[in-house]
């Protein structure tokens, strides 16, 4: 189970890293990764399903790294999904401008 962590502990710093860089396309990619990751950790044999319950240091550990996961994966749609219509509002604005100028530069 450790090296199935660190994967996902590499794979979510790799994710957030493109994200603060906006490279949105390749963290895209490493986040469908990071998802298939996470999708095989639940889903392995040697998966704890107590892991929440127990003391011990690496389960806590486990358990920082899924909630973090988590958060920002939440945050980061919900910030995405924001900028995306941001974007679309823009490229609106713009057609309608566009539209605009065409229609007043015929006379």
């Known amino acids: 189970m450790l090296a199935n962590t660190e994967q996902l502990k590499s794979l979510f710093l790799q994710c957030?890293?493109?994200?603060?860089?906006?490279k949105?396309?390749?963290?895209?990619s490493?986040?469908?990764?990071?998802?298939?990751?996470l999708a095989e950790f639940f889903a392995s044999k040697t998966f704890n399903k107590n892991i929440f319950i127990?003391?011990?240091i690496d389960a806590k550990n486990c358990c920082e790294l899924l909630l973090a996961i988590d958060a920002f994966l939440?945050?980061?749609?919900n910030k995405l999904t924001l900028e995306i219509n941001?974007?679309?509002?823009?490229l609106l604005a713009?057609?309608?401008a566009d539209k605009m100028k065409k229609a007043y530069s015929s006379f």
């Open 54 to 56: 127990e003391e011990s």
């Open 94 to 96: 713009l057609n309608k």
């Open 86 to 90: 941001d974007v679309s509002n823009d």
């Open 24 to 28: 949105y396309a390749q963290a895209q």
């Open 16 to 22: 957030m890293a493109l994200v603060s860089e906006k």
């Open 74 to 77: 939440n945050e980061e749609v």
């Open 30 to 37: 490493v986040q469908n990764k990071l998802q298939q990751s």
